[in-house]
Structure formats: structure tokens, C-alpha cells
């Protein structure tokens, strides 16, 4: 596995706080020596000029899921919000890392065992092994963010692990400003790894206002529909970058579709068409910036998305940077 | 308290004003603060803007607060005299059976009808909610004709509440959302800073931050302050763990809402500030809600926006409390804070 993929996951980044994985990606991309800034919210925005030609706004968001913490009760057990859409069956039994290394597992009230079929976070709590209140608030407090603990793990031709939902994205773009660095490009472009997408797309909403792009290409994940009694979802993994067509936020716009149609199939990339019941990307928010931009993604097809084991295959990865590349020199 | 803040709180609170038609909160809060304000203007969405010092060095500095309220509005008229409602923001329907009500430009006296208790059945009475649609408000009207002229469809229907204080130190009324915040910015900008100042008294707060979304385009500042009444669950039946907030625990801090996580900059600041100053102040402690601050957080390319409140029980509700105390510290805090924005003693 790539020391990058690891280091990217690892890094500490729940929504407004990604100022970690922007030192991890600046470092990274630093040899590149790329123009680049950092706007209000926390965008990181590089730019690589090209006279004349259109503006190409890529986004992949640093941010990741997490909880907040709303309240330590009297035997130093937490209780705690969502930081994006978490699913509670996805988020018991899992260990969460907060900034200062702490770490806790989350646990349900026993009581409830019973009727986990209507569980809800404010059954959950986080048990930091303290030993009451005054030992648990030495360590955390009210407000404080934790992320999924989990290290990644190769399994056969796929990685297993966290925040690979959009650590997987930004991944995908750094390579692929390596591959086309110092080449003719066919745009100017501005790679953003945007903030707070978690939440609502905010970052990617700022940034683009920022930049005013003339079109625009999100990379994120998808869900599957190859598990065992999955719901109906014409996506599975190893078979390429998914296409967008449409997702609960956005339609694609078809011109930036078919335009990444086109390069997949003129270089022999394998690619399917993504029609997403559920969930959005910061291509959503592009879309609407000021009078409009034709906006399109590439979705890495990602299993158990939001859980602390989410999956992707590297075949489908390495298809995403080349054909991301391709757009880019076209 | 001064006698002239209570005086305030009562006027904004007593002010009939649902989403859409806040034009009578907008006129006590210019004339409060005439004097005060370089220029005074209202936009196309009818938000108020108070501008001063504009072409001062330094941040732009926004103060926000919503003047909407939640409330009902007609929707039909019967042929008895009756009129249907609908409902103009979050409002428990469980709430408006039997309530007293003003209802369009006149502010006609009317109340929510309620079937007497003997005619209702153990079910009705034990496991019915009254759904809004089924409601009617009863004017004392024979037939639609004495209504006309009087009443129409679109009026705004508010809850006929008055303002008092009770207990150890606590203030009852309705809208203490957002007009608590109202009279808080009120203050704030009563005082002369050495940066710009852009108040925004916005509208539609209520129907999804409408107002702010395209007051914070008009002006789009660097630093946003938006004050709210919000949610204190510190009540019998519901757990420590859900109180959100409490009643006398000081200004509430919000670190993330249902629509947005706040500056982590300027909220840490606010907390050093009550710290050197002795002020209580309190988290909001529960991720949900939302306020005017998400919407201009987002304007343009971005603004560093907090969201402070005074904490109100039963907000939403025909009648809310809220506490001196915490009035008085959250305006203190933001004196506070502003002051040492500017470099300032306070």
C-alpha cells in the first residue's frame, strides 16, 4: 500500500478542523512548487496558470466524519452528536481518537439491546476509561471532536480503513498533479482540497466563489450495490471510476459527463455511470456558484462509506488518477 | 436592570411580526436607534441594515440577529367567520389549542377554538393531537362579511402575549427568538466603534435563514456575530444529557448546530474574554437547530462567523422565559469582546 494512503487516513480531520491533513498534503505536494493559498474557511487552492484557457476547479474535501461531545455525565461516561451523517449501527462497538490522542469506545445502554432496530445516537455513549467525572474532564470536554480510530489494511487488491471517504479523493488528486506536473495542459487549473464537506458542502461553496471557475470535477466516493442483499445501486468495486450522473444534490451537468465519458473510453479506461440515491459532493455546491458552472464527478466506488471500515479497490484508484490525467493533458 | 433595557425587551417582544412581515420590529428598532446609525436601509427581502463607520479601517464587523418570529397566518376564511391557518416556522401544533391570538393589520383579539372538555372522548383527550389544518381561530365573528376589510388571507396571525417578569429575576413573553438577540445587538450598536459595523436585522430567519442568505451578499463582512435566543431544555422531564442549555448558565457558545461549526478562532476568543472578565458563559450542547449564521458564513468567499445566545425555554411556543442575568452577561460579553476587537478599554 502507498505510505500515503496511510498517512492521509491517519491524519486527525473531522469538518472544521482539516488542518492536519492540509500540513500532510502541503508537505506532500510541496516539491511540486505550486502557487497556492489558503481562503477564509480553510481551503487549500492550488493553481497551476494557463493563459487563455478555461478555469478547471477540482475539488476533493479533507474533512471526515466525527462526533461531538455534548455532555460528560457524573461516572465520566460522554454523550455526543453527530459530525455528518453517522449511522448509529455503523458507529457502535467502534473506537473514536480524539485530537489530544484520547481514545474511547462507543457503547449502547444496555436496556436498549433489546430494540436496536429503533437505536438512535442518544442511546450511544463513549466510555474513555475514566474513572468519574472529574477524571474524564482532564482529558476531553464538552465540544470536543473524535474521529474512527483505524489503521488501513491491504486486503487482496483493496484497502480497508477510515475517512478513505474523501482521504481516497484527495489522494487521487495529488497523484495526479504529480503525473501531469510540468506538462501541457488543456486548462487552467486550481485543485482545491476543500473543508467542511461533512456538513453541508460549505467549504467547496466559499472556494468556489473564490475561484470562479468555468467548469468543475468533484473527486469523491460512491456507495456499492455488490454486498449481499444491498439495495439496488448499479455500482461495484474494481470496476473502475464511477461517472456521475446524479446523486441526491446535484444533477451532473452533461457536458462535464460526457466530456469524462469521452476521455475514459478514447483511453481504455473501465468506467460505470452513477446514479446515487442518497448523498451529494462538493460538485453540488460548485454548480450553483454565482451565475452557474457545468460541474461533473469521479466517485471512487467505496463499500460501507461513513463506517471505520470502509473499502476501495486500488485498481479503481489507479483508473481515477489516470483518467482524471487524461482530462487534464486533453 | 435599567428600567430602559426591560422597556425594550418588552416593545421588541410584544412586536407582531411572523416571517415575511416584519415591518413593525423594523421600525421600533430604527427609531431606538436613531442617532446611532450612519445610514439606516432595508433591502429587497426587507432586511434592515444599520451601517456605521463603513469607511473605517480595520475588519468589518457584522451584528446579526433575526426580527421573524414563529407564528400562524390565515389561509381561509369560513363562510360562519372562522378562520384556517397555517403555520410560519417550527411550532408544536400540541401548543395552539386555546391560545389567545391577534390576527392581521388591526391586531383582532381571537382565540385557537378548542372543543370543550365534556364533548371530547378518553381517546381524543388522552392520544389526539390537533393537527393545525384542523384548527380554526374564532374572532367573535357571526359570518365572513364582519370580517372584511378587517381580515384577510395571507394576514399574519401572532400570539397575544405580553411581557413580564416573574420569579428570581426571569422575563416571560413570546419571540424571546429572536428579539432577545434584537435588543441585544440594539445595545451593540448603540456604542461607536473604531471599525465598520454592519448590523443586519434580518427577515425569514424561521422558513430557513432566508433574510441573511442574501443580507450577507449586500454586505458581506469578515467577522460575524449573530445573536439568538436558543433552546434551554433545563426542565422536569427531560435528561441531563439533553438540556442543550440552562437558565442562568450565562451566554451560550455554539460550536456546531444542525448548520454549521462555528470559528474556532474568535469562539475560543470569546471564551478568553469571559474569562478575564468574570463572566459566566455556557456550550450550546446539543449539535441541532440552526441559526442566521450559516447562511452568512457562506457568502461569497466566507466569513468567520460566531453564533452567541441568550438561552429561553419553550422558544417556539406562544410563551417563553428567559433570564436576566443572562440577558445582561451576553450583552456584557459582546462589549467585551468588541472592545478588544477595537484595542479598547470597556
Redesign the interface.
Known amino acids: 500500500m502507498d505510505r500515503l494512503i496511510r498517512t492521509l487516513t491517519q491524519a486527525w480531520g473531522p469538518t472544521s478542523y482539516e488542518e492536519g491533513v492540509r500540513n500532510v498534503i502541503t508537505a506532500e505536494l510541496s516539491s511540486l512548487h505550486l502557487e497556492n493559498s489558503v481562503d477564509t474557511l480553510g481551503n487549500l487552492v492550488y493553481r497551476i496558470p494557463c493563459a487563455g484557457r478555461q478555469k478547471l476547479l477540482l475539488s476533493a474535501h479533507m474533512d471526515q466524519i466525527g462526533i461531538i461531545v455534548t455532555y460528560v455525565d457524573k461516572n465520566g461516561f460522554l454523550r455526543f452528536g453527530a459530525v455528518g451523517g453517522l449511522d448509529p449501527y455503523k458507529v457502535l462497538g467502534q473506537r473514536v481518537l480524539f485530537a489530544n490522542g484520547k481514545v474511547g469506545v462507543i457503547a449502547v445502554e444496555t436496556k436498549e439491546r433489546k430494540t436496536l432496530e429503533h437505536l438512535s445516537l442518544d442511546r450511544l455513549f463513549v466510555d474513555i476509561g475514566a474513572t468519574s467525572q472529574v477524571d474524564a474532564l482532564k482529558h476531553v470536554g464538552v465540544g470536543d471532536f473524535a474521529v474512527f480510530v483505524g489503521e488501513p489494511v491491504e486486503v487482496g487488491t483493496r484497502v480497508t480503513g477510515v475517512a478513505l471517504d474523501d482521504r481516497i479523493g484527495c489522494y487521487i488528486l495529488m497523484k495526479t498533479l504529480k503525473a501531469v506536473a510540468g506538462k501541457k495542459l488543456g486548462y487552467e487549473i486550481y485543485a482545491m482540497f476543500s473543508v467542511q464537506e461533512e456538513i453541508g458542502i460549505k467549504g467547496a461553496k466559499v472556494g468556489a466563489w473564490g475561484v470562479q471557475p468555468d467548469l468543475a470535477i468533484a473527486l469523491d466516493v460512491t456507495m456499492c450495490g455488490d454486498t449481499p442483499e444491498s439495495a439496488i445501486l448499479d455500482i461495484g468495486l474494481g470496476k473502475g471510476p464511477a461517472i456521475k450522473v446524479k446523486d441526491a444534490g446535484m444533477i451532473a451537468t452533461p457536458v462535464v459527463r460526457d466530456l469524462l465519458i469521452a476521455a475514459a473510453k478514447k483511453h481504455k479506461i473501465p468506467f460505470q455511470l452513477e446514479v446515487l440515491q442518497g448523498g451529494t459532493t462538493d460538485a453540488a455546491a460548485i454548480q450553483t456558484n454565482a451565475a452557474g458552472v457545468p460541474s461533473g464527478v469521479i466517485s471512487v466506488p467505496d463499500r460501507y462509506v461513513h463506517s471505520a471500515s470502509e473499502m476501495v479497490d486500488m485498481g479503481d484508484v489507479e483508473n481515477c488518477v489516470k483518467l482524471l490525467s487524461a482530462v487534464l493533458l486533453s | 436592570m435599567e428600567q430602559k433595557r426591560i422597556e425594550l425587551l418588552r416593545k421588541l417582544t410584544e412586536a407582531r411580526a411572523i416571517s415575511g412581515r416584519e415591518d413593525e420590529v423594523a421600525e421600533i428598532l430604527r427609531a431606538e436607534l436613531a442617532g446611532h446609525a450612519d445610514t439606516v436601509e432595508r433591502d429587497a427581502i426587507k432586511n434592515m441594515f444599520v451601517l456605521k463607520g463603513m469607511n473605517k479601517p480595520g475588519p468589518r464587523v457584522m451584528l446579526n440577529a433575526h426580527m421573524d418570529e414563529v407564528g400562524l397566518y390565515v389561509t381561509h376564511i369560513t363562510k360562519e367567520g372562522y378562520l384556517h391557518v397555517g403555520k410560519a416556522g417550527g411550532i408544536d401544533d400540541r401548543l395552539l389549542l386555546g391560545k389567545k391570538v391577534l390576527v392581521g393589520k388591526d391586531s383582532l383579539p381571537g382565540v385557537i377554538a378548542a372543543k370543550a372538555v365534556h364533548l371530547c372522548t378518553t381517546e381524543e383527550i388522552e392520544t389526539k393531537v390537533v393537527k393545525v389544518e384542523d384548527l380554526v381561530i374564532d374572532v367573535g365573528a357571526k359570518s365572513d362579511k364582519d370580517v372584511t376589510g378587517k381580515v384577510a388571507v395571507g394576514d399574519q396571525v401572532t400570539f397575544a402575549t405580553t411581557f413580564g417578569m416573574f420569579g428570581d429575576g426571569y422575563f416571560v413573553g413570546k419571540a424571546f427568538d429572536d428579539r432577545a438577540g434584537c435588543a441585544v445587538v440594539t445595545e451593540l450598536l448603540r456604542i461607536d466603534w473604531p471599525f465598520p459595523v454592519i448590523g443586519m436585522f434580518s427577515t425569514q430567519e424561521e422558513i430557513g435563514t432566508k433574510g441573511a442568505r442574501v443580507g450577507a451578499w449586500r454586505y458581506t463582512p469578515d467577522i460575524s456575530i449573530t445573536v439568538e435566543g436558543t433552546i434551554a431544555a433545563d426542565i422536569g422531564e427531560v435528561k441531563?444529557?439533553?438540556e442543550v442549555t440552562n437558565l442562568g448558565g450565562g451566554p451560550v457558545l455554539t460550536?456546531?448546530d444542525g448548520?454549521?461549526?462555528t470559528d474556532?478562532k474568535l469562539r475560543k476568543r470569546l471564551i478568553e474574554i469571559a474569562a478575564k472578565n468574570g463572566l459566566p458563559w455556557q456550550?450550546k450542547?446539543?449539535?441541532?437547530g440552526g441559526t442566521d449564521a450559516?447562511s452568512i458564513?457562506?457568502?461569497?468567499?466566507?466569513?468567520?462567523a460566531v453564533a452567541v445566545a441568550v438561552p429561553a425555554r419553550y422558544i417556539h411556543s406562544p410563551v417563553s422565559l428567559i433570564k436576566e442575568s443572562d440577558y445582561e452577561n451576553t450583552v456584557t460579553l459582546l462589549t467585551k469582546f468588541l472592545a478588544d476587537l477595537a484595542g479598547m478599554e470597556a
Request: aromatic share 8%; proline share 4%; hydrophobic share 35%.
Open positions: 441531563d444529557y439533553q460550536i456546531k448548520g454549521m461549526v474556532h456550550f450542547r446539543m449539535p441541532a450559516r458564513q457562506t457568502a461569497k468567499g466566507g466569513v468567520r
